[in-house]
Nanobody, 126 residues
Protein backbone atom coordinates (compact mmCIF):
# COMPACT_ATOMS: atom_id res chain seq x y z
CA UNK A 1 0.00 0.00 0.00
CA UNK A 2 1.33 3.42 -0.93
CA UNK A 3 1.33 6.06 1.79
CA UNK A 4 2.25 9.73 1.50
CA UNK A 5 3.15 11.79 4.54
CA UNK A 6 3.68 15.53 4.29
CA UNK A 7 5.69 17.65 6.68
CA UNK A 8 7.11 21.16 6.93
CA UNK A 9 4.01 23.30 7.11
CA UNK A 10 3.62 26.09 9.61
CA UNK A 11 3.10 29.79 10.21
CA UNK A 12 5.33 32.28 8.42
CA UNK A 13 5.25 36.00 7.74
CA UNK A 14 4.73 37.33 4.26
CA UNK A 15 7.98 37.27 2.33
CA UNK A 16 9.25 34.29 4.25
CA UNK A 17 10.02 30.75 3.15
CA UNK A 18 8.94 27.21 3.95
CA UNK A 19 9.99 23.85 2.60
CA UNK A 20 7.41 21.11 2.40
CA UNK A 21 8.44 17.48 2.16
CA UNK A 22 6.49 14.37 1.28
CA UNK A 23 7.74 10.91 2.17
CA UNK A 24 6.32 8.10 0.05
CA UNK A 25 6.28 4.48 1.10
CA UNK A 26 6.62 1.65 -1.37
CA UNK A 27 9.21 0.39 -3.81
CA UNK A 28 7.87 2.01 -6.95
CA UNK A 29 8.19 5.71 -6.12
CA UNK A 30 10.19 6.39 -9.28
CA UNK A 31 7.28 5.16 -11.37
CA UNK A 32 4.95 7.90 -10.09
CA UNK A 33 4.71 11.44 -11.30
CA UNK A 34 4.17 13.65 -8.28
CA UNK A 35 2.27 16.81 -7.57
CA UNK A 36 1.46 19.35 -4.92
CA UNK A 37 -2.03 20.75 -4.52
CA UNK A 38 -3.51 23.22 -2.08
CA UNK A 39 -6.94 23.91 -0.71
CA UNK A 40 -8.01 27.08 1.04
CA UNK A 41 -11.15 27.17 3.21
CA UNK A 42 -14.28 27.13 1.09
CA UNK A 43 -12.36 26.62 -2.13
CA UNK A 44 -11.56 23.75 -4.44
CA UNK A 45 -8.31 21.84 -4.34
CA UNK A 46 -5.97 23.53 -6.81
CA UNK A 47 -2.83 22.40 -8.57
CA UNK A 48 0.39 24.06 -7.42
CA UNK A 49 3.28 22.12 -8.96
CA UNK A 50 4.08 18.79 -10.58
CA UNK A 51 7.18 16.83 -11.46
CA UNK A 52 7.80 13.95 -13.82
CA UNK A 53 8.94 10.50 -12.73
CA UNK A 54 12.65 11.17 -13.16
CA UNK A 55 12.43 14.84 -12.25
CA UNK A 56 13.29 16.11 -15.70
CA UNK A 57 10.13 18.12 -16.12
CA UNK A 58 8.47 20.46 -13.65
CA UNK A 59 5.19 22.30 -13.94
CA UNK A 60 3.78 25.22 -11.97
CA UNK A 61 0.61 27.21 -11.71
CA UNK A 62 1.29 30.75 -12.88
CA UNK A 63 0.77 32.28 -9.43
CA UNK A 64 3.78 30.45 -7.96
CA UNK A 65 6.21 30.53 -10.88
CA UNK A 66 9.52 32.04 -9.81
CA UNK A 67 8.69 31.57 -6.12
CA UNK A 68 8.15 27.83 -5.66
CA UNK A 69 10.39 24.95 -6.73
CA UNK A 70 9.39 21.30 -6.81
CA UNK A 71 12.03 18.59 -6.62
CA UNK A 72 12.28 14.88 -5.93
CA UNK A 73 14.83 12.40 -4.68
CA UNK A 74 14.04 8.94 -6.03
CA UNK A 75 16.72 7.35 -3.85
CA UNK A 76 14.99 8.66 -0.73
CA UNK A 77 11.38 8.38 -1.95
CA UNK A 78 10.72 12.03 -1.27
CA UNK A 79 9.29 15.01 -3.10
CA UNK A 80 9.71 18.56 -1.86
CA UNK A 81 8.26 21.99 -2.45
CA UNK A 82 10.49 24.95 -1.67
CA UNK A 83 8.31 28.01 -1.20
CA UNK A 84 9.90 31.45 -1.18
CA UNK A 85 8.47 34.96 -1.09
CA UNK A 86 5.30 33.63 0.47
CA UNK A 87 2.13 35.69 0.29
CA UNK A 88 -1.01 35.61 2.44
CA UNK A 89 -2.89 34.17 -0.54
CA UNK A 90 -0.64 31.10 -0.36
CA UNK A 91 -2.37 30.15 2.88
CA UNK A 92 -3.95 26.72 2.48
CA UNK A 93 -3.65 23.07 3.32
CA UNK A 94 -1.03 21.62 1.01
CA UNK A 95 -1.35 18.07 -0.27
CA UNK A 96 1.19 15.79 -1.86
CA UNK A 97 -0.14 13.45 -4.56
CA UNK A 98 1.17 10.60 -6.69
CA UNK A 99 0.04 9.45 -10.12
CA UNK A 100 0.69 6.17 -11.86
CA UNK A 101 1.71 6.20 -15.49
CA UNK A 102 -0.83 6.00 -18.27
CA UNK A 103 -3.36 8.53 -17.01
CA UNK A 104 -5.18 10.57 -19.62
CA UNK A 105 -5.67 13.48 -17.23
CA UNK A 106 -3.36 16.47 -17.33
CA UNK A 107 -0.70 17.04 -14.69
CA UNK A 108 -2.82 19.78 -13.13
CA UNK A 109 -5.94 17.65 -12.79
CA UNK A 110 -6.62 16.09 -9.37
CA UNK A 111 -8.20 13.12 -11.17
CA UNK A 112 -4.76 12.17 -12.47
CA UNK A 113 -3.52 11.34 -8.98
CA UNK A 114 -4.31 8.08 -7.26
CA UNK A 115 -2.44 8.58 -3.99
CA UNK A 116 -2.83 11.49 -1.58
CA UNK A 117 -1.30 12.57 1.68
CA UNK A 118 -3.22 13.91 4.65
CA UNK A 119 -2.14 17.51 4.06
CA UNK A 120 -0.10 20.06 5.95
CA UNK A 121 -1.25 23.55 6.90
CA UNK A 122 0.61 26.57 5.58
CA UNK A 123 -0.38 29.93 7.01
CA UNK A 124 1.16 33.17 5.77
CA UNK A 125 0.50 36.24 7.88
CA UNK A 126 0.53 39.75 6.46
Amino acid sequence: QVQLVESGGGLVQAGGSLRLSCAVSGRTFSSYSMGWFRQAPGKERDFVAGISRRGGNAYYVDSVKGRFTISRDNAKNTVSLQMNSLKPEDTAVYYCAGAESGSSYTVASPQRYKYWGQGTQVTVSS
